[in-house]
């Protein structure tokens, strides 16, 4: 690429050239890409930053947080809320909505985030992320904000990404024409376009699912994984490798790269739960990413997009990536 596209012009271009984005979201995108890069240097020192390590304290999914978790979360938060173009946030890290205090003026988006995910690999120097979805007031909701607004289905999202914290920090954005990655540029403190129009091959040789589960797995599962796992001998006629990296963001940037299907289904250990991951702040964003670069995602019977959300932080279980191979798992679940 020979004249480096930052990520304020490409947004710059949308709004002017493709008329696809509206200022307001154009500054909320961007607010969001300064938080990630804050966030970023707050990763990249580590121990020295005295960032590493639990908070001892848990969030509303009862789960133990870091001191990234936290530092994360307010970095969002104070990045997003005086800027005039947000309604209320909601994330992972906080039982309720923030709403935009009555001193700063309020805009029209709803932003939901996963502040730090992967956390279980944070002290072990693997990379993270921060995972974000952004959804529109509806018209004649009134005014005021409350959890309801929230509850909109994924195929209402009208921005969303990802920002990896790995050897290099990459930004990955759709708002519904495509996806776009942006790597950070230390140098130059911004972040700087390396692909456009990223394409999920149709068919894969790699899977991704955390193997411990194994004897927990419903049937259509465990039955594709087999089939897997027998290689060039079984069913598929091809040796299989497999990846897990325990960080959504990680796992679902390599297949953006290089294809592969992720999987973290319902199991039986908690059987009254969907699955492990959240809807609105992870499968959300990272289904639509995958759909955006030709691939699919489900909870092995359905869209995730058209999952019609009923709580902020309800769960799901998430097949996602190489279309073929999705809708393979998926008909294993209708079969049955
Ligand atoms: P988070 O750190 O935001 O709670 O998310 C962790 C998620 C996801 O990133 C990853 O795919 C999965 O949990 C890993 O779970 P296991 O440790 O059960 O493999
Ligand atoms: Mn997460
Ligand atoms: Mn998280």
Sequence with gaps: MSTKISLSRYLVEQQRVDGLIPAQLRLLLEVV???????????????????LGSAETENVQG???KKLDIIANEVLIEA??????????????????????????????LLLFDPLDG????????????????????????????EQDFLQAGNRQVAAGYCIYGPQTTLVLTVGDGVAMFTLDREQGSFVL???????????KEFAINMSNMRHWAPPVRRYVDECLAGKDGPRGKDFNMRWIASMVA??????????????????REPNK???????????????LVEQAGGAATNGKQRILDIQPTQL???VSVILGSKNEVERVTGYHTQT
């Excluded at 992870?282 to 289904?287: F, I, L, R, S, T």
């Design 33 to 51: 890409a300064r938080a990630c890069k804050s966030i970023s240097h707050a990763v990249n020192k580590g121990a020295l930053g005295g960032v």
């Design 63 to 65: 789960e133990v947080q």
């Design 80 to 109: 997003n809320e005086w800027g005039g173009h947000l309604a209320a946030m909601a994330s992972e890290e906080m039982d309720g909505i923030y709403m935009v205090p009555n001193r700063y003026p309020q805009g029209e988006y």
């Design 119 to 146: 956390s279980s690999n944070i002290d072990v120097n693997v990379s993270i992320g921060t995972i974000f979805s952004v959804l529109k007031k509806s018209e004649g909701s009134g005014h005021g904000v409350s």
């Design 194 to 204: 390396v692909q456009e129009h990223v394409r999920v091959p149709a068919d894969t």
């Design 251 to 268: 796992d679902v940037h390599r297949i953006l790269t290089r294809g592969g299907i992720f999987m973290y289904p319902w199991d039986q």
């Design 274 to 288: 969907p699955g492990k991951l959240r809807l609105m702040y992870e499968a959300n964003p990272m289904g639509w």
């Design 313 to 315: 932080h309800e769960r």
